[in-house]
């Protein structure tokens, strides 16, 4: 029968809205308005899934996110999502929901056989049982544990949907919509202040949806609707629904996600399926209310134990029963009210159990309800397989009576919802008058109103929100908000009792985690085994590490490991929540930003030639920078590389150098600076000159190397290799705001304004020369080697023409501004056709700075010194420079340094590979005997064999020697003979030709 | 003669593609192009001669501060301490004549112009500044950073139009972002 537990009249779903949806297969109704567990409520669906460890079947506790058992796998496909919450997945129409951790299915669980060998599964079950051999653990225990043990499965296709970070600033964060939270942030909005409202729910109104009271003579749910709308009126109040927030963080951040199109089948065409919010608030008030606390009894897991006050939620706002025959079974009178609802939607209360026997209104409600009451009873135990059949009730007296039900009603006392105000460390502080944990020393800024703070009744509620909103709103700088606070009906006086917490007389499980299968055994055993610590019992007993976080039973289980060992709540201490409160989902956290968006890409000048070439692309931090590029019939990168070496070093090629660093430097001051961040003096260098430089971090290692150009008096141009480029600009700012501050300088980064290509080869000048303006002289007298010129290329355009060489060519650096990069490569290609031009990749460049010796980021790597590079020279003696003192540390100039030399292997057919470690021949190569590692290896075109580039210790005195370059990782054990670096033209006559 | 070269954007359709929204458009999205940009920083002691020099050339005093000060064609925009973005559409308006240290970023800064409705919630996803009007107004200005990206914005009406200046080799990168952003609030982006 369609809808067999939907009330006939109540709640505020919209009956008028049918709703159809799948829940293992089969397929049932609900309404709008209806979360898939109230939904399931409604069809008189009470197991929605089974145990972790022992597979035992579970119903729904609550109504909230709290929920530890109703977690279903929702969706199919790639949209396919597990461990969702059923109390709060928002019913669609054509909602699918599998349950979880069962097989073959729901009904008939095969893995329940796990409840027979239970005592292998008590607490520190791992530590016990799978202690050894060692070698099952990888092989025999994980597989065996994963698949009696799993939570539901990823559908293992790539997510479908998109996901959104946004940032939002307030003046006042309000965290909860119910009573305190509604009047925190009417209070707030109405002041002017800018107000965000975060609500887990789809609805606002907490508990006012929830109980059938009146406030300010309206429905409780109704004045909800009001405050809704007219903060919603508000233009500075941002209401977001179904966001949870998640963690609280420094400054006033808080982290949220908002559930944008979890309740719609598929997202709207663009639409965020999530978004991750960064809230920035100056004041908040944490108005998120309180879960209510089981007790702990025999089979206090089976389908139709609910929490008292998820009981009401199911009544009243959704008008569904949870049963039609109900147990009470409570130690604070607030339970009353679950009397009270359950007899006016027509259900009968079978008894009444008032376990203190001093909760006035609870007996009150009984009588009224015409239900047995047992002072001081306890409820024993559950009965019932699948399912609650009847309650096991021992009296006060000692007898034991069973009353035949549906449902039983639990209520342990709440627990105020603390987690996010112990964020920052403070722990929450027991209430022995509500036998509750209410906050501690909130983070800066926060306030706690309403029942989060121990203020359970509405009223409270009202004027704690409203009090803590107004203050909130004032200390952000607004005033003249106002709440007047509405009449409600008088609330019982609040009986919290401290317990019971566990029930005993009974031999069944009685559960304290449900969602970890944490039983009262559990924690008394970790007490007898001496974990008697609240960190040791999470830990040994998994209690509270579930996905839920121990929300409804962490209380429980700490105040029965008090119990146990005699001691106080607060002596026996309180776990520390932390972030997320919620769970967040990865995708969330990445927002838009993933795939080839992770992170940002940078274009270099001539992207779009090389794009049209073919050229193949190698990401180099964020640059796309072109590797090589293959002509017709080049079967591979080597291939490619082999002939764009060879056309350099015998023609011409074109290289796009744009990625490097570029920075201008400017100022009366701006030679005195440089001298003082590089090693070497560059006030005295003459205009139109340029040289290569050094730079040392502060501790005297080397940080960068570039080039240094001089283009007038006060004004140079540096660059900084491609991958410190950013680093370098830094380290910098850093000496001319921090270290010298007197000189007067001033840097700019240019990188992005000039596009500038090497022009490399023997026949580079030609090039150069019918590309250059006319007037400019560029042969070897007008621009010798280390000549920079400004001057116009192609008809007007300003150039700056610098003759640098890195592949040890005759070479030249033209720089154009970017907008005109694209045309620029185009016109040096076409300029350079006569003499046999190519574009070069990255791969050609990296072979031929390794045939010149030239050290990079392999060799440059922070653990270098300058005189483990071969540029002690480069160290002025006299002028003082940034990490001049602590690179004569011991350590930094101790002979035995391994140093940069070069390797020719003996077998000039050998193959050599950066990472080998260098010994001396004849010597076991181990660590002990290790004098060095390949940084950088290339087959060398200009050779005809590998050659490589090694730091070994005492390196140049060693030239000639023999080493064995040993490679235990890709059996690499090749003799190599120690040389110069330099395996190109060691003269340099080419560079100046 | 080598042919003249021809002056390109660093965007182009397969790499910052277009997005037109089906009804009106919640943000329009564009390149602001042909503009003169240079980084202007005061020498010491030389403070006033630059103001004095600013206020004669382009009748406008320097901001102090994150602020946008503009004179016709062209503004100065607070970068620092002593630091500004100089902007002009104005392409007689070359500030390289100016006493301090004046470096042209015309081509090292692509400028985008957000602007519509749903701008700000567009830029929220990627900026994480303030952007409500108490607090970010026309002539407001921040340096900060998009998602990792460094960008240098300003706003320049109510409407409200924001203008990025980014490093050019991100532009496409910050274009698509925009775009995706957009792309459920109705944006509209053509180059």
């Not at chain 1, 067999?4 to 505020?12: E, F, I, N, T, V």
């Not at chain 1, 698949?147 to 939002?168: F, H, Q």
């Not at chain 2, 062209?74 to 902007?87: E, M, N, T």
Request: net charge neutral; with cysteine; hydrophobic share 45%.
């Amino acid at each position: 029968m369609s809808q067999s537990h939907r009330l006939p009249a109540g709640g505020l779903v919209d009956r008028a809205k049918r709703l159809s949806f799948s829940f293992d297969g089969k397929t049932l109704e609900g309404h709008a308005g209806d979360t898939l567990a109230s939904a399931l409520v409604a069809n008189g669906v009470k197991l929605v899934g089974r145990s972790f460890k022992y597979h035992r079947p579970r119903g729904l506790v609550s109504a909230g996110a709290e929920e530890p058992n109703g977690l279903v796998e929702l969706r199919t496909g790639a949209r396919r999502e597990p461990n969702v919450k059923a109390t709060t997945a928002e019913l669609y129409d054509g909602l699918t929901a599998q349950s979880q951790n069962r097989w073959p299915s729901l009904a008939f669980d095969l893995m329940a056989v796990n409840q027979l060998a239970a005592p292998m599964f008590t607490a520190g079950f791992y530590y016990k049982t799978f202690m050894w051999p060692a070698a099952f653990w990888e092989k025999l225990y994980e597989p065996l544990i994963r698949r009696a043990a799993g939570l539901g499965s990823l559908s293992g296709e790539a997510d479908p949907d998109e996901y959104e970070k946004a940032t939002v600033h307030c003046d006042v964060l309000v965290i909860g919509s119910g009573p305190a939270g509604l009047a925190a942030a009417l209070a707030a909005g109405r002041s002017g202040a800018r107000v965000v409202l975060a609500e887990e729910d789809f609805a606002l109104g907490g508990r006012l949806l929830a109980e059938r009271l009146t406030v300010g003579g309206v429905p409780a749910a109704q004045w909800a609707a009001q405050a809704e709308a007219e903060l919603a009126a508000l233009p500075d109040v941002t209401l977001l629904k179904r966001t949870a927030v998640f963690g609280v963080y420094d400054d006033g951040v808080y982290g949220a996600i908002e559930k944008v199109a979890d309740h719609l089948p598929v997202p709207a065409p663009h639409q965020p399926r999530q978004r991750y919010w960064r809230i920035v608030a100056k004041r908040t008030v944490l108005a998120a209310g309180a879960i209510e606390r089981p007790i702990a009894f025999g089979n206090n897991d089976r389908p139709g134990v609910m929490a008292a006050g998820a009981v009401r939620s199911y009544l009243n706002r959704f008008g569904a029963a949870p049963g039609r025959r109900a147990v009470v079974f409570a130690n604070n009178d607030d339970a009353a009210r679950t009397v009270a609802d359950l007899a006016a939607a027509g259900c009968e209360v079978a008894a009444v159990v008032d376990a203190r026997g001093d909760a006035t209104a609870l007996q009150a409600a009984a009588k009224a309800a015409g239900a047995t009451l047992l002072f001081g009873g306890q409820v024993v135990e559950a009965l019932g397989r699948g399912a609650v059949a009847g309650a096991r009730i021992a009296s006060a007296k000692g007898g034991t009576l069973d009353v035949p039900c549906d449902l039983i009603a639990v209520s342990g006392g709440w627990n105020p919802s603390v987690q996010l105000s112990s964020h920052h460390g403070a722990r929450p502080r027991w209430d022995d008058r509500l036998a509750a944990f209410l906050p501690g020393q909130a983070p800066a800024g926060m306030a706690v109103a309403g029942a989060a703070s121990g203020a359970f009744g509405l009223a409270q509620c009202l004027a704690e929100g409203a009090q803590a909103g107004r203050a909130a709103a004032e200390a952000a700088g607004f005033s003249g908000g106002g709440f007047d606070r509405p009449d409600v009906e008088p609330e019982p006086e609040e009986v919290y009792g401290a317990g019971p917490w566990r029930v005993s007389g009974s031999k069944a499980k009685a559960f304290v985690d449900f969602q970890n299968d944490v039983s009262v055994k559990d924690v008394e055993l970790a007490a007898r085994e001496g974990f008697v610590s609240v960190e040791h019992l999470k830990r040994y007993t998994t209690l509270g590490m579930a996905t839920d976080q121990g929300k409804t039973g962490n209380v429980l289980g700490l105040a029965i490991m008090a119990e146990v060992t005699g001691r106080t709540i607060p002596q026996t201490g309180s776990t520390l929540a932390r972030s997320p409160f919620a769970p967040v989902a990865l995708g969330a956290l990445g927002g838009a930003h993933r795939g080839k968006e992770y992170r940002p890409t940078r274009l270099p000048p001539s992207h779009f030639f090389a794009e049209e070439q073919g050229a193949v692309f190698v990401e180099t931090g964020q640059w796309m920078r072109a590797a090589y590029f293959p002509q017709a019939g080049e079967k591979d990168w080597f291939e490619s590389m082999v002939r764009e070496v060879t056309t350099v070093r015998t023609k011409v090629g074109v290289y796009d150098a744009s990625t490097l660093g570029k920075i201008d430097v400017q100022g009366p001051d701006a030679g005195a600076f440089l001298d003082r961040v590089y090693t070497s003096a560059f006030s005295k260098m003459p205009v139109g000159k340029a040289r290569y430089g050094l730079a040392l971090r502060e501790d005297g290692f080397v940080l960068d190397d570039g080039t240094i150009a001089r283009l007038a008096e006060g004004h140079y141009y540096l660059t900084t290799s491609t991958a410190h480029a950013a680093q370098m600009m830094r380290h910098l700012e850093f000496c001319r705001q921090w270290l010298f501050p007197e000189l007067d300088v001033h840097l700019a980064s240019i990188t992005d304004q000039w596009a500038k290509y090497a022009i490399a080869g023997p026949r580079a000048r030609d090039v150069v020369a019918a590309l250059v303006d006319e007037g400019n002289d560029v042969s070897n007298e007008g621009l010798p080697f280390l000549g920079v010129k400004e001057l116009t290329v192609c008809g007007g355009v300003k150039a700056r023409l610098f003759r640098l060489s890195f592949s040890g060519e005759l070479a030249y650096e033209l720089a154009v501004p970017a907008r005109y990069g694209d045309a620029m490569i185009r016109a040096i290609v076409k300029a350079g056709e006569p003499f046999g031009i190519c574009p070069y990749g990255a791969e050609a460049l990296a072979v031929m700075r390794i045939e010149k010796g030239h050290a990079a980021g392999p060799e440059i790597n922070g653990q270098t010194t300058a005189g483990d590079l071969g540029m002690t020279g480069l160290l002025s003696t006299k002028k003082d420079f940034v990490g001049r003192t602590l690179a004569t540390r011991d350590g930094l100039v101790d002979p035995n340094r391994p140093t940069l030399v070069g390797l020719r292997p003996v077998d000039r057919t050998a193959r050599l590979r950066a990472g080998a470690h260098l010994v001396k021949r004849g010597v076991q190569p181990v660590a002990a005997n290790d004098e060095g590692y390949v940084t950088s290896a290339a087959y060398s075109p200009s050779n005809g064999h590998w050659i490589a580039l090694a730091l070994l210790s005492r390196g140049p005195e060693r030239m000639g020697e023999i080493v064995r370059v040993f490679d235990p990782v890709r059996d690499g054990d090749v003799e190599c003979e120690v040389v110069s670096p330099c395996f190109v033209d060691p003269e340099g006559a080419r560079l100046r030709a | 003669m080598p042919e003249p070269l021809i002056a390109r954007s660093a965007l182009r359709a397969h790499v910052a593609p277009a997005s037109a929204p089906g009804s009106a458009p919640g943000a329009r999205l564009r390149e602001v192009q042909d503009v003169l940009v240079a980084t202007v920083a005061a020498f010491k002691g030389r403070e006033d001669e630059l103001a004095a020099a600013v206020r004669e050339r382009y009748g406008l005093d320097l901001p102090a501060g994150p602020v946008r000060a503009a004179a016709g064609a062209s503004a100065f925009i607070g970068a620092g301490p002593g630091k500004w973005l100089f902007v002009s559409s104005d392409p007689s308006a070359d500030p390289s004549g100016l006493p301090a240290a004046v470096v042209d970023q015309s081509d090292g800064r692509t400028t985008l112009s957000l602007s519509g409705p749903a701008a700000r919630e567009i830029l929220s996803t990627l900026v994480s500044i303030d952007l409500h009007p108490r607090a970010f107004g026309p002539g407001a200005a921040a340096a900060t950073h998009a998602s990792g990206v460094a960008v240098h914005l300003w706003q320049v009406d109510d409407a409200p139009t924001y203008e990025i200046a980014v490093f050019r080799s991100y532009a496409a990168t910050l274009w698509r972002w925009i775009a995706h952003a957009g792309a459920a609030r109705g944006i509209d982006a053509a180059l």
